[in-house]
């Protein structure tokens, strides 16, 4: 992303990396503004199956700043995360993944999002009975709704944590452990979380043609992801190599601009509607 930044971008990067609390206090107060005033929107990203083809998306938020133009998650959502910014951001995520899935739903077509979910917006006290009446209202089956979390929810409250994802998961509702790999939790979570699919990390994806290293981590998570019977992604997927490493290994669903880059979403769903 960093090649698309311009100038006014770069500004703003600069601002958000000062990390001053007033440089902080500045972006929260315009995200809250941006959150009331329909600057924020949805791109999707399609994420492919060696067989079935396009299997469904993934969300990514982004944010149509007035002045510094398309702004990528990196720039603010970890300011979001800061405060209880994040649950207002990802609640309204969640809400328009929920309406995108309801719309198509209506006109007969099945589509599945996977959507981010930061572990202080799953730590909400309400996030359960909030997510059960989005979905109860929307109409979206809780089936096509996928919930990409991290490792590091797991650090603390395990026992909630557990508590909650199996009353989801027991509507229907997948979970998937972004960024696979990179966390410093134990593996022990996987047998005892309802959990369905694993992400593999793009930095290991990138070099995994060439580097033994990186090859051999894929493979080992490609085969606990069997043991276990997980489906796994594999993010990052940028060149035909990449491709080819994963095609030798069964059904592993593939992410990455080599497919597609994200897009705004009426316009992935242009596209998508068409097959
Ligand atoms: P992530 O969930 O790991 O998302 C994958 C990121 O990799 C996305 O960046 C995507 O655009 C990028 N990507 C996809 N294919 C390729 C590729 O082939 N090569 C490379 N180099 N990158 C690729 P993006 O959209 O900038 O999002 C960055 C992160 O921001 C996401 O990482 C996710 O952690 C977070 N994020 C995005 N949307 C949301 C949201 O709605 N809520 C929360 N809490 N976090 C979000
Ligand atoms: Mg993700
Ligand atoms: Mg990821
Ligand atoms: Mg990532």
């Not at 696979?180 to 047998?191: D, I, M, P, Q, W």
């Not at 992400?199 to 992801?225: G, R």
């Not at 190599?241 to 992935?268: C, K, M, N, T």
Request: with cysteine; charged share 25%.
């Amino acid at each position: 992303h960093r090649a698309k930044a311009g100038t006014d971008q770069t500004a703003f990067f600069d601002t958000v990396m000062g990390e001053s609390a007033t440089q902080s206090f500045r972006v929260e107060r315009d995200l809250r503004h941006a959150l009331a005033h329909d600057e924020l929107c949805l791109h999707l990203q399609s994420l492919i199956h060696p067989e079935r083809g396009t299997i469904g998306a993934e969300v990514l938020v982004r944010w149509k700043h007035p002045v510094f133009g398309l702004l990528y998650p990196n720039a603010f959502v970890p300011i979001a995360e800061e405060s209880t910014l994040i649950v207002e951001l990802g609640s309204w995520v969640l809400t328009e993944a929920c309406a995108l899935i309801a719309v198509e739903a209506r006109a007969g077509r099945e589509l599945r999002l996977s959507v981010n979910i930061s572990p202080r917006q799953f730590r909400q006290r309400d996030f359960v009975p909030r997510l059960k009446t989005l979905l109860a209202e929307s109409g979206a089956a809780p089936r096509q709704l996928t919930l990409e979390i991290t490792e590091g929810l797991f650090l603390h409250e395990i026992d909630e944590i557990t508590a909650r994802m199996n009353e989801l998961a027991a509507l229907g509702v997948r979970f998937s452990i972004d960024d696979f790999g990179t966390g410093y939790s134990s593996l022990a979570y996987l047998k005892r979380l309802p959990i369905h699919e694993l992400k593999i990390d793009k930095s290991f994806i990138q070099d995994a043609p060439d580097d033994p290293n990186d090859a051999a981590l894929v493979e080992t998570i490609l085969s606990v992801a069997r043991h276990l019977q997980l489906d796994v992604v594999a993010e990052g997927v940028e060149t035909e190599e990449q491709a080819a490493f994963l095609s030798r290994r069964a059904s592993v669903i593939h992410q990455g601009y080599l497919y597609d880059r994200p897009e705004a979403a009426e316009r992935w769903l242009e596209r998508w509607r068409q097959v």
